[in-house]
């Protein structure tokens, strides 16, 4: 994602684990939490979702699921990327109660 370094953004991350989302719908239940599109060429092990805001802030979360410890889990580490600071805190603080 070359947008990526051309513009400011500002970053944040979190873990979820799940155990009651199919491994394959995370990332789908993650994008419809958000409102994102999932950018093309995601797997279900690894994506990312891309949304703007109405003030038109850029957002990304890049996504990837693994088995859980317990191997009945799932967690899902999420990289948060925002072009405006509050909102990308907002976000990762947001996902961060998320239960899956």
């Known amino acids: ?7 400011s953004w ?3 991350s979190t873990k979820i684990v799940s155990k009651n989302v199919d491994h394959a719908l995370i990332i789908p239940t993650l994008g419809a939490f958000l409102r994102a599109g999932e950018v093309e060429g995601n797997t279900q092990s ?3 979702l891309a949304a703007k805001s109405k003030s038109g ?3 990304r ?9 317990d191997g009945k889990s799932f967690m899902a580490k999420l990289d948060v990327k925002c ?7 907002c976000i990762v603080s947001d ?5 899956l």
């Open 10 to 12: 500002f970053e944040g």
């Open 83 to 89: 072009t405006d600071e509050k909102l990308c805190e």
């Open 57 to 59: 802030s850029l957002l």
């Open 1 to 7: 994602m070359q947008e990526l370094t051309t513009s």
């Open 46 to 48: 690894a994506g990312t």
């Open 61 to 69: 979360v890049l996504v990837k699921v693994s088995n859980g410890d």
């Open 95 to 99: 996902l961060k109660k998320l239960q």
